[in-house]
């Protein structure tokens, strides 16, 4: 039986990503179980989830997957790399997934493999160096690089959509890892990534500025998603935003002196400096994000170094990969895929959160780490009540 892995946010799971299971189902047969290796309560893009893991976990399952295990929060707020490592590295340490499944806009695996095999190479990098020097973004700077010579103009091009990019990282990651498991490309169905464009499949971001709003959502989700969310909502704890912790985002930040941003800058390229005096020159965080941003270093990035900033949270280090197999929530074939886990994974699988104490330093640290996170994420919920400290240790998995 194939088992598929696919690293995601599902922030919300929404009818796009039904589809995509539902393609891979076709694809690899209709038994195919399905692993997710799934963001926590923060995202990529520097951003709490709209509601908390533990719901959106839910979702995927009623949605169709069968296994969700947990991206700690270091990974899932990195950048592109060191996500897809995390998440790629999560999932071959199962031991039981055979494919990695992706959408990505050219939905074609040949033009990302030989823009993999090019990324890795020497020559690439001496030329992104060059390219950085003369003052370009990395995103310009490696598209660039990319466009000489070496590779011919579709693998090139690919790099320039968001989902494509991310797919090269996924294919880099598994030859890092020396993993045996097979690629899968799936072509991106819907609005493109971050889009606002209506449509039959709407953004998973269009999809949180209508529940942020207060405009009708439910029509861009499944059945089974709404059903969560509209629990959630009634609960207090969605939909969850940054902004609801604005100040006290803005309080940890002027409480910092300059050389503290700088274990956050990540490029060690001084963009800190940058960002202390947005910090100490703005009233909001758009604001400091706009005072900060240049050419050279866009948003997404921005927005991840104040969140590390607020949280204390550090880039794992190249190479870095998480130190246990979190089980965020599992239906029947699921648990069935964590009997086969015992035999066949390279990590430790946490079922219960009790069983942190059994392992070992790194670990437990990591955890302690992700409980101090979700105590400051659970403050941004719409009911404050609901935000009592220690969940992290309490919340069981999901079983459908």
Not at 96 to 123: I, K, Y
Request: proline share 6%; glycine share 8%.
């Amino acid at each position: 039986m194939a088992v598929a892995g696919i690293v995601a946010e599902y922030n919300v799971f929404h009818r796009g990503h039904a589809w995509q299971l539902r393609e891979l189902r076709r694809r690899l047969g209709p038994d195919t179980a399905v692993v997710v290796c799934m963001s926590g309560n923060f995202v990529q893009r520097g951003d709490f989830a709209i509601a908390p893991k533990h719901a959106r976990a839910e979702m995927a399952l009623a949605g169709g997957a069968d296994l969700v295990l947990e991206l700690p929060t270091p990974w899932s707020t990195a950048g592109a790399e060191q996500f897809a490592r995390g998440g790629a590295a999560v999932l071959a340490a199962t031991g039981v997934v055979t494919h990695l499944a992706f959408g990505c806009e050219c939905g074609d695996l040949e033009p990302l493999q030989r823009v993999a095999a090019h990324v890795d190479s020497g020559l690439y990098h001496t030329e992104v160096r060059r390219f950085l020097k003369l003052g370009m973004t990395f995103a310009a700077a490696r598209q660039a690089a990319l466009s000489g010579p070496a590779l011919a103009g579709a693998a090139a091009a690919c790099l320039a959509r968001p989902n494509n990019a991310l797919a090269v990282e996924y294919l880099r990651s598994l030859a890092a890892l020396g993993s045996t498991i097979a690629p899968m490309a799936l072509p991106r169905v819907g609005a493109d990534h971050d889009s606002q464009a209506p449509g039959e499949y709407l953004s998973a971001s269009a999809v949180r500025s209508r529940l942020l709003a207060g405009d009708s959502w439910r029509f861009a989700v499944p059945e089974s998603t709404a059903a969560v969310l509209a629990r959630e909502m009634a609960a207090g704890r969605a939909p969850v935003s940054v902004l609801a912790c604005e100040r006290a985002v803005l309080s940890r930040l002027r409480a910092m002196p300059e050389e503290a941003f700088a274990v956050y800058d990540g490029g060690g390229e001084g963009l800190y400096r940058r960002v202390y005096r947005a910090v100490h020159t703005a009233a909001t965080l758009e604001e400091v994000l706009h005072g900060a941003k240049t050419r050279r270093y866009p948003l997404a990035r921005l927005r991840r170094m104040l969140l590390h900033s607020y949280l204390d949270v550090r880039t794992p280090g190249k190479g870095e990969t998480p130190p246990y197999l979190r089980v965020l929530g599992a239906s029947v074939a699921g648990r069935a895929l964590l009997k086969t886990m015992r035999e066949t994974a390279a990590l430790p699988v946490l079922t219960k959160p009790g069983h942190i104490r059994r392992l070992g330093p790194a670990a437990q640290s990591l955890f302690a780490l992700e409980s101090r996170c979700t105590d400051l994420y659970t403050l941004a919920y719409p009911a404050l009540d609901q935000a009592l400290p220690g969940s992290e240790y309490t919340t069981n998995p999901v079983v459908l």
